[in-house]
């Protein structure tokens, strides 16, 4: 446990306590003895338009980045839950994007998304739906959307995996008894099977709650921007810290209730 | 699920259909890299996404050559399984104390491991660069392989502490009864009966570093180590204009990841569930 506890130390408890010192002075990377500046740094950050335009995009983004996949990925699971062959191979196809290196999958997706070549552009036009095409990434207004795309896509198959396995334990004689009853596709799902794996899907909405790629991606850019980019150490630093105070709680939050439902989910 | 064979047959063709589609649609990302990764340069230039239009591994060769991506994959193999072994050593050890020798400090000790689960990574990057720059750990194997463990640790810790504590109290008490010293309880009696546990964050923990993008970009300034995923990135930025050679890199730098996870499927997707639902 010693050796743990000592990185634990020096790689984490020590920076945190160095960026709680970070954001009363205004450090440039150089100076050892850097001036006092007090609470500056929190002041500038409520006053900058950058930050409150960044938090913006980072509510839509938890939003859309939660929604999403949660809907598309139960959509998956149960056109796969009644197959009794193949599921191994769509398991594999849908969660394959899960595992694969971000970057990577960003220079792909910028591909489909290039304005005159790419995939997505041209199958618009051959739906005729020409008139929407667009450079996605590079026009303001669709890029958010654009990334989230990618994100949802990254994230579809850990719903939609975890989902199957609780449908595995949904209790097939009752569906069967509603159908018997006359009750449709849509009754079945809405009073039969989804009161049956509620604490799974919470659980995972609230695993991928905060977006697929973690919930202040858009914030966090903007930190990294100032400190590394613009060389605003302390202002970077402060912006991050305010990022984890807002999300830390929700966070808490978020865990409890999952502990709370996974040991439903899986005593069920 | 009770109608005729008859019945069941082509409702379920419907289903197989659909989900081919989408499957395909899912993995269409992946098609394009290697159909772009595989042309000529001359077809890369007119024609870069059009599907298998002409064969080639010129790209694969600027790649692995000019684009230096031989030497990331060393790099990346020298920043992951280092990181990883100690992760796995040090969690292991860690959740197994936590979770079964009572000792001085015990809760404080836990919430401090486990506050790394809380908070993100990013909140304490910035100090971090400047204090492996003062301890002169930027820039080399050893500190970076250090961060990158760092960062898995907490995860690591409470995912096997979890399985140690599932285990039954009467184990260590009968080894004890037979004269058992701590050692041998723990490697003779618990490690073996967590061994799946072990294997799934082996898997879960190597993914995690080998797909680390912002450690390496911090604290690997130069070249020297740099690994597959900010090589890749930094190709990028150095010429966005060669789509082929760009395509053959990516395709290295996704390569190991989908061998190990079409080989390790199963364990895989266990290891990210049981991660999931256990964190």
Known sequence: VTPLLLMVVVFLLFPMLNALYYVFVEFDGLD????????????????????????????????????????????????????ER????????????????????????SWIYEPSRGWLNRALEAVGLGSVTTGWLGNPSTALYA??????????????????????????????AARLDGANAGQR????????????FLMVATLTGGGPAGAT???????????FQLNRISYGTTLALVITVMAVPVAIGMNRLQRKLSLQGMGA | MRQGQAARRPRHAGRHVLLVAISLLVLFPLVLTVSTAFKTSEDVKVNPFGLFSSFSTENLVTAWTVGEFGKYVLNSILLTVPSTALVIVLSTMG??????????????????????????????????????????LLDTLLGVNLVLASTELAFGTFFMRAFFLDLPNELDQSARIDGASELQIFLRVM????????????????????????????????????PLTTGLYL???GRSVDIGPLAAGTLITILPVMVLYVALQKHVTQGFISGAVKG
């Open chain 2, 235 to 237: 190709f990028l930025g």
């Open chain 1, 189 to 200: 799902l809405r009073y039969v099977i989804l009161p049956q794996i509620m604490p799974v």
């Open chain 1, 147 to 176: 990334v989230l795309g990618t994100a949802i896509w990254a994230a579809m198959g850990f719903v939609f995996v975890i989902i199957l396995a609780a449908l595995r334990n949904v209790n097939a004689d009752l569906v069967d």
């Open chain 1, 86 to 109: 193949g599921s191994v191979w769509y398991r594999m196809a849908f969660f394959l994007p899960y595992v694969l290196p971000p970057v990577a999958i960003g220079v792909v997706w």
């Open chain 1, 32 to 83: 050892p003895s850097p001036p006092w500046v007090g609470l500056s740094n929190f002041k500038e950050l409520v006053a900058d338009p950058d930050v409150w335009a960044a938090l913006k995009n980072n509510l839509i983004w938890i939003a859309v980045g939660t929604i999403s996949p949660l809907v598309l990925g139960l959509g998956l699971a149960l056109l796969v839950w009644p197959l």
């Open chain 1, 217 to 227: 991606d858009v914030l966090g850019t903007y930190a990294y921007k100032s400190a």
């Open chain 2, 95 to 136: 959740g197994y104390a936590f979770a079964r020798l009572p000792f001085p400090g015990r809760g404080i000790a836990f919430y401090l491991v486990i506050l790394g689960l809380l908070v993100p990574f990013f909140t304490y990057m910035i100090p971090l660069y400047f204090q492996l720059r003062s301890m002169r």
């Open chain 2, 191 to 226: 490690l073996p009966l967590v061994l799946p546990g072990v294997g799934a964050l082996t898997v879960f923990t190597f993914l995690q570093n080998w797909n680390n993008f912002l450690v390496p970009l911090l604290y690997l300034p130069t070249a020297q180590y740099r």
